[in-house]
């Protein structure tokens, strides 16, 4: 709306624009209210999924020493019992 426009309206109308532009303000209000809510579950989001990534890569190298630990096992086991010549190298971890 134009400056000669909103010159001519009485004041009826001027506070009816005030009204429209006050329900818009707090419509927007509660709009940036919830997108903030939202954004802040996806930071949440994100930062629990790089704390998972980071336990499983942990865990990942935990159940990697616990299959070296149980193939020497085995391997001894087994070179005991006379399965395997004492030649043969041990597996590697």
């Known amino acids: 709306m134009t400056e000669n426009e909103l010159k ?3 004041r ?3 506070l ?3 009204l429209e532009q006050e329900r818009e303000n707090n419509r927007l209000r509660l709009e940036i209210r919830d997108l903030k ?3 802040e579950d996806r930071t949440i989001n994100l930062v629990e999924a790089g704390n998972i990534a980071d336990a499983a890569l ?3 190298s935990i159940f ?3 299959q070296a630990a149980a193939d020497t096992y085995l391997y001894n086991i087994k ?3 006379g399965a395997i010549p004492e030649e043969q190298p041990e597996p590697s971890e």
Do not use: D, G, S, V
Request: proline letters at 0%; hydrophobic letters at 50%.
């Open 79 to 81: 070179r005991k019992a």
């Open 58 to 60: 942990r865990i990942q």
């Open 64 to 66: 990697e020493a616990a």
């Open 12 to 14: 009826a109308e001027l």
């Open 8 to 10: 001519k309206l009485n």
């Open 16 to 18: 009816e624009l005030l």
């Open 37 to 39: 809510l939202k954004l």
